[in-house]
């Protein structure tokens, strides 16, 4: 089964900072990545997909994340961080090649703290 | 439009009580999916449907039933509440995905905080 794993379930960045959240995932064939976000007493919302050639995918809210196939990661970054980038965020991976969004599986979030 | 709203916001059950969390959607989506959300355990999917009057299993359907009567709707059930139900419990839907390699965004609806003493 495929699964993805966070690295750190806490992160903490001073505003203006760089903001990197780690997600490797173990597959041996490449699938479909994804970071939702979660800001407080909300639900989760796409930022960002990787399901092309297009190895760096640009997001909503200025952040990107690089597929690397040697390194099986997907990290999430964003150069500079605000205080309203304060949210869980969570990686996700589909199998590529079968239908079906239930197909989806979550990893377990990191919570990004941003220091005023 | 309003997406995907699920009612009631917040609920407390005794153990052995049943209830049922309603989820509603108005993108004319295809599916639905209902996931809990536990600290440390990500969002583990519950049961979905790919269709008016159909349900599927997901990671972790022991103990909850569904149903979709109708495409707008589809209803999560717990008969007999356990502790071991408290959870946050998201409602989401999306367009259908039948060919293979495509995805389609889950929107997700605000939750529903469930506490089961």
């Known amino acids: 089964a495929q699964s993805v794993t966070q690295l750190g379930s806490h992160v903490s960045v001073s505003e203006g900072a760089l903001v990197l959240l780690r997600c490797n995932y173990s597959?041996?064939?490449?699938?479909?990545l994804f970071w939702y976000v979660q800001y407080p007493n909300q639900g989760l919302q796409l930022l960002l997909k990787y399901t092309s050639a297009a190895t760096l995918v640009k997001g909503i809210n200025g952040f990107e994340a690089e597929f690397k196939k040697s390194e099986t990661s997907f990290h999430l970054t964003k150069p500079s961080a605000h205080m309203s980038d304060a949210a869980e965020y969570f990686c996700a991976v589909k199998p590529r090649g079968l239908f079906g969004n239930e197909k989806l599986t979550f990893g377990t979030g990191t919570r990004l703290t941003i220091i005023p | 439009n309003a997406g995907v709203t699920q009612t009631p916001k917040f609920r407390v059950l005794k153990t052995g009580q049943s209830m049922t969390l309603l989820c509603a959607q108005d993108?004319?989506?295809?599916?639905m999916y209902w996931y809990r959300q536990d600290p440390g355990m990500g969002l583990r999917l519950i049961h979905y449907s790919v269709g008016e009057g159909t349900t599927a299993k997901g990671e972790v359907p022991d103990g909850y039933n569904v149903s979709r009567l109708k495409k707008q709707n589809f209803l999560l059930g717990l008969e007999s509440a356990a502790p071991s139900q408290t959870s946050v419990y998201f409602c989401?839907?999306?367009?259908?995905?039948?060919?293979?390699?495509?995805?389609?965004?889950?929107?997700f609806g605000p939750g529903t905080r469930l506490t089961v003493t």
């Open positions: 993108m004319n989506h295809e599916y």
């Open positions: 989401a839907s999306s367009n259908a995905s039948r060919l293979a390699g495509t995805y389609y965004e889950q929107y």
């Open positions: 597959s041996s064939v490449p699938p479909y």
